[in-house]
């Protein structure tokens, strides 16, 4: 193909995920704790976040002050969310100058984390479809998934395997553009997106837990 035909492409209206990896050791620490709390039956009803969620998961504990008190995951949040606003921003801002898209501005921005919570899900559980409010940013990272869970990932048979699978959800479909975006949970994976976007969680069968972590963000 010719290279003269000053070929680009801009997408105004598309919305964007953000797809990052988590330090090891935040997620080995990460879970360290979760266990510490869930080994405690107060704790986990002191946290107990399940009447502000929509899902039908075995614990959903809210963990928000750990989150906040962790500062090498808030400094991995606030890059992650800044990058992700700066390269929204600049493939926009600079449509006319299509080189530089990549470019971080040289502004600060303030990163205010709402609210996170933990969800550890057991055989059965899932999430319905659904969006969050009073954010901005959604977001999650993936802690623990079953041991048998490979095995069953890939011995799902369906069309197109979704089993503990996070899933995205947009009404249009077109070239370059899907209406579902399927996700499988991998240890240390991360993804922020728009707070408006439709998501779900699939149930699974294998025995064990599959633990997230789900984080709201907002610019403040």
Known sequence: ????????????FSPTIIKATMPPGVVERLNARIDEIVGRKDEVAAR?????????VSTEIRFTDV????????DFLFDVARTYTYRCENA??????????????AKKLRIEIKEGWIN??????????????GCLYSSV???RVPPGYEAEFAADKARQNTAGCLQFIDSRSAVGAKNLFTVKPVVGDFYLWPSW???????????????SMAINLALA
Request: hydrophobic share 40%; with cysteine; charged share 25%.
């Open 141 to 143: 990272g993936f802690l």
């Open 48 to 56: 107990d976040w399940s009447a502000h969620l929509a899902g039908a």
């Open 197 to 211: 976007m439709l998501h779900c969680v699939y149930p699974f069968r294998s025995p064990g837990v599959r633990r």
């Open 67 to 74: 989150i906040r008190e962790t500062a090498e995951l808030t």
């Open 120 to 133: 550890d899900m057991v055989a059965g559980d899932y999430n319905p479809a659904h969006f969050h409010q």
């Open 1 to 12: 193909m010719s290279n003269d035909h000053d070929l680009r492409l801009v997408a105004p």
């Open 92 to 105: 926009l801002m600079h449509f006319s100058d299509y080189e530089r898209t990549e470019e971080l501005e």
